[in-house]
């Protein structure tokens, strides 16, 4: 078992690794400049995905409507993940429509949708990456494997090849999420006065 272990481990730290390529930086530093920009001009992020994406995307956004490293003001960030919206439209729509609608109902020009999915072949996201192309957002997509349908449909994309299991590309996307956020603190709140102040305000 021991053996078993320290090769999942080293597929873990592989996993990791890819976001030291050079793809993988520009696309954090360019997500991370399109995330600040559009809360400075006072717009938010949707994001959506499913099963253990949908946890990252909750996670993504209480990151930023909580408490990252540091206390500052809360960051307006959705995850698509209310139960009665889910459950009315994938009963009366089709599951296929429950996160294009979500956008429809949301989402602004100012605003970003971000979507993750470790095949890139979910219908219901490949709908609400549409919807908000309509609607004049901008898109950022966590990708896996061969990045699927949703390759090349993002504004920014992110995609973790090599793995044949969702479980290392969650990792991989899990940390890629922390590092963005740590480098949207760093742009919006850089200073150790703007964090004092924000401290203060709590």
Same mark, same amino acid.
């Given at each position: ?10 597929? /873990? ?15 954090l530093?360019?997500?991370? *400049? ?5 809360f400075?001009s ?31 003001k #809360? ?9 009665g ?16 609608r979500?956008?429809e ?11 993750l ?7 219901n ?6 919807? #908000? ?10 990708l896996?494997?061969?990045?699927g349908?949703?390759k090349?449909? /993002? ?13 290392? *590309? ?5 940390? /890629?999420?922390? *590092?963005?956020?740590e480098?949207?603190?760093? *742009? ?9 102040l ?5």
């Amino acid at each position: 078992m021991r053996e078993k272990i320290q090769a999942s481990v080293k597929e /873990a730290i592989r996993a990791a690794e890819k976001l030291s390529e050079l793809e993988s930086i520009a696309f954090l530093e360019n997500s991370a *400049i399109m995330i600040a920009d559009c809360f400075e001009s006072g717009g938010k992020i949707i994001i959506a995905g499913n099963g253990g994406s949908l946890c990252d995307a909750m996670h993504f956004a209480e990151e930023l409507t909580g408490v990252f490293r540091n206390k500052r003001k #809360a960051l307006p960030a959705i995850a698509l993940s209310e139960p009665g919206h889910l459950t009315c439209v994938g009963n009366d729509l089709g599951f296929d429509s429950v996160f294009s609608r979500g956008v429809e109902a949301y989402g602004k020009k100012e605003d970003i949708f971000i979507g993750l999915t470790t095949s890139g072949k979910s219908k219901n996201l490949l709908n609400a990456f549409k919807t #908000a192309k309509e609607l004049g957002l901008r898109t950022i997509a966590f990708l896996g494997k061969s990045g699927g349908p949703l390759k090349g449909e /993002a504004d920014l994309e992110l995609i973790i090849d090599g793995f044949s299991f969702s479980d290392r *590309i969650q990792e991989a996307h899990m940390a /890629a999420i922390h *590092i963005l956020i740590e480098m949207v603190e760093e *742009i919006l709140f850089s200073s150790k006065e703007e964090l004092m102040l924000c401290s203060s305000r709590s």
